[in-house]
C-alpha cells in the first residue's frame, strides 16, 4: 500500500507564507504527477498546483505569481510554497500522486493509480 502524509497546515495573516509538504512511501514503482488541490467550505475541489516526474507545472490561475510547486524525486515528496496568503485560500489541501505500486507477487508494477493524502487545513486570517 501507499501513504501520502502531508504536513505544515496552519493560521496565517494574510500576505503570510506557508510550506505545504507531502511525502509518499510504500511499495512505489514509479510516481508520476505529483500535486496539491484544495477544497474551501461549501466548494468543490479544485487543483492548486501539479508538477510532472520531470518538472513541468501547472497552476490554477489564482495563484500563479503567489504559490510554487516543487519535488524531490529522490524522496518521492512535492511541496506547495505558499506566498501573500489571501483569506480566499483558506482550505483543507490535499496532496495527490498518480503513482504505480510495485507488485512484488508478480514481479511487475501494477497499473498507475491516484492516491490522496488525508488534508491539511490553511487558514488565512487576521
Known amino acids: 500500500q501507499v501513504q501520502l502524509v502531508e504536513s505544515g497546515g496552519g493560521l496565517v495573516q494574510p500576505g503570510g507564507s506557508l510550506r505545504l509538504s507531502c511525502a509518499a512511501s510504500?511499495?512505489?514503482?514509479?510516481?508520476?504527477?505529483m500535486g496539491w488541490y484544495r477544497q474551501a467550505p461549501g466548494k468543490e475541489r479544485e487543483l492548486v498546483a501539479a508538477?510532472?516526474?520531470?518538472?513541468?507545472?501547472n497552476y490554477a490561475d489564482s495563484v500563479k505569481g503567489r504559490f510554487t510547486v516543487s519535488r524531490d524525486n529522490a524522496k518521492n515528496t512535492v511541496y506547495l510554497q505558499m506566498n501573500s496568503l489571501k483569506p480566499e485560500d483558506t482550505a483543507v489541501y490535499y496532496c495527490?500522486?498518480?503513482?504505480?505500486?510495485?507488485?512484488?507477487?508478480?514481479?511487475?508494477?501494477?497499473?498507475?493509480?491516484?492516491?490522496w493524502g488525508q488534508g491539511t487545513l490553511v487558514t488565512v486570517s487576521a
Open positions: 495527490n500522486a498518480d503513482l504505480s505500486l510495485w507488485d512484488s507477487s508478480s514481479w511487475n508494477p501494477d497499473p498507475a493509480s491516484s492516491y
Open positions: 510504500g511499495s512505489i514503482f514509479s510516481i508520476n504527477a
Open positions: 508538477i510532472t516526474s520531470g518538472g513541468i507545472t
